[in-house]
């Protein structure tokens, strides 16, 4: 059974779908599959009738500074339902999402936005595009033409959020945990490929959205996911945690994690490292 902490903001579906389970879903019942990936991974092959969401284009407001917002802001809820309605999504319809890099590449942000917006049938594809591969499911290297059906309407993102100031009290404070969920060389300060200065918020911890997997790329036991993070935040109930990455994308893997955990859920900070390197923040290095 998964781990349990506090209040619970949780769907009763579970978040995870198995591809053997989804090969079986699709016999009984109309299934929205949405490919989050790369462009270059669906072009090339992808699950069959699955329609195709880009990070940049429908997932994100991509601004001209990123100071502001980071590298990834959420659009407005009113282009994301114009999104849903171009990929043949509606209230009703129950969507499972995968990409190519086991949830990490947008799977699980676009699991985040459809749950912001009030979705409750969303389920990301354990092992992405390689398990449902060796699961048997038929591929496709066509482009799919979803048929749009009505406007999806919701009024804003209903999902915890952090911003930035709050972020730089809240990782000094005792009542808080910031998580830090990128590689741990990025976090040291190490290396930095994408933004433009290297470290980590001071105050912030390190943990790696990669271990939420096993060695074949598929999310470990819930109830180990679970007692790691209660673990990690020593007392700090889940819902007071912080979860940021570069740019609000990958940090939405270890939010999907944690809910599969059945922790509660915790804060999103958008704007992540790629907003804070960009503003005049104490920045700290080493581990």
Same mark, same amino acid.
């Given at each position: !059974? ?6 619970l903001?949780?769907s009763l !579906?579970?978040?995870?779908?198995q591809p053997?389970?989804?090969?079986? /879903?699709?016999k009984?019942?109309?299934?929205v ?7 270059i ?6 699950l069959?009738?699955?329609v195709y969401a880009?990070?940049?284009l429908?997932?994100?407001a991509?601004?001209?500074d ?12 009113a282009?994301? $339902?114009?999104?849903?309605s171009? /990929? ?9 999402v %995968?990409?190519d ?16 917006a009030?979705? @409750?049938?969303?389920?990301v594809?354990?092992g992405g ?6 699961? #048997? ?7 799919? !033409? ?5 406007? %999806?309407t919701?009024?804003?993102w ?10 730089e009290?809240?990782?000094l404070g005792? @009542?808080?945990?910031v &998580?830090?969920v990128?590689e741990?060389a990025? %976090?040291? #300060? ?6 433009l ?5 001071? #105050?912030?911890?390190n ?9 074949? $790329?598929?999310f ?5 996911i ?10 700090? =109930?889940?819902a ?10 990958t940090?939405?893997?270890?939010i999907?994690?944690?809910? %599969?955990?059945?922790?509660p859920m915790?804060?999103?900070y958008?704007?992540?490292?790629? @907003?804070?390197?960009r =503003?005049?923040?104490? &920045?700290?290095?080493?581990?």
């Open positions: !059974m998964p781990f349990r902490q506090g209040l903001i949780y !579906m579970e978040p995870i779908i053997e389970d989804l090969l079986e /879903l699709v009984t019942t109309d299934v599959i949405v490919d989050a990936g790369s462009s991974s669906y072009g090339t092959q992808h069959k009738g699955a880009d990070l940049n429908d997932l994100a991509v601004p001209e990123a100071a502001k917002g980071g590298r990834h802001p959420l659009p407005d809820p282009y994301f $339902g114009q999104v849903l171009r /990929l043949g999504i509606t209230p009703q319809s129950h969507v499972v %995968y990409d890099k086991n949830g990490a590449l947008a799977a699980a942000r676009f699991w985040w936005m459809l749950r912001a009030g979705h @409750e049938k969303v389920q594809l354990n595009l390689t398990a449902a591969v060796k699961a #048997g499911f038929p591929l496709s290297d066509l482009v799919e !033409m979803p048929i749009p059906v009505a406007e %999806y919701f009024a804003d209903n999902l915890p959020q952090a911003y930035m100031d709050e972020v009290t809240a990782a005792t @009542e808080h945990v &998580i830090d990128r741990a990025r %976090y040291r #300060g190490e290396t930095e490929p994408i933004d200065i290297a470290g980590h918020i001071p #105050g912030a911890i943990l790696p959205y990669a271990g939420n997997l096993d060695e074949n $790329g598929l470990i036991k819930p109830e180990i679970g007692q790691k993070y209660v673990d990690e935040l020593k007392g700090v =109930n889940a007071n945690a912080i979860i940021h990455c570069g740019s609000g994308v940090a939405c893997h270890t999907l994690a944690m809910n %599969y955990a059945g922790l915790p804060k999103l958008v704007g992540s490292w790629s @907003e804070w390197s =503003n005049d923040k104490n &920045i700290a290095s080493g581990s």
